[in-house]
């Protein structure tokens, strides 16, 4: 497989073991380069709100809580 990128597309080239070569292109960006904002004008969460005594709470852990390793041993 041989890799070819261009400014909007990606062409790959593959050559199969008995000489066929196969060309596929594909676009590579729908949107400007740099445009996109990550986080939707949304704050930073404080992580001073997240943590009881340096420990994610169970709200910032979907629910879950942290596992206990004595939990996976069997006996």
Do not use: H
Not at 39 to 61: A, H, I, N, Q, W
Request: aromatic share 10%; charged share 25%.
């Amino acid at each position: 497989m041989q890799p070819l990128r261009g400014s909007d597309s990606i062409m790959w080239t593959i050559k199969f073991r008995n000489g066929t070569l196969k060309r596929f292109k594909f676009p590579i960006r729908t949107t400007a380069e740099g445009s996109i904002d990550c986080y939707g004008g949304k704050p930073m969460p404080k992580m001073s709100e997240l943590t009881v005594d340096g420990v994610f709470t169970r709200s910032m852990m979907g629910g879950f809580r942290a596992g206990n390793p004595a939990e996976l041993i069997r006996k």
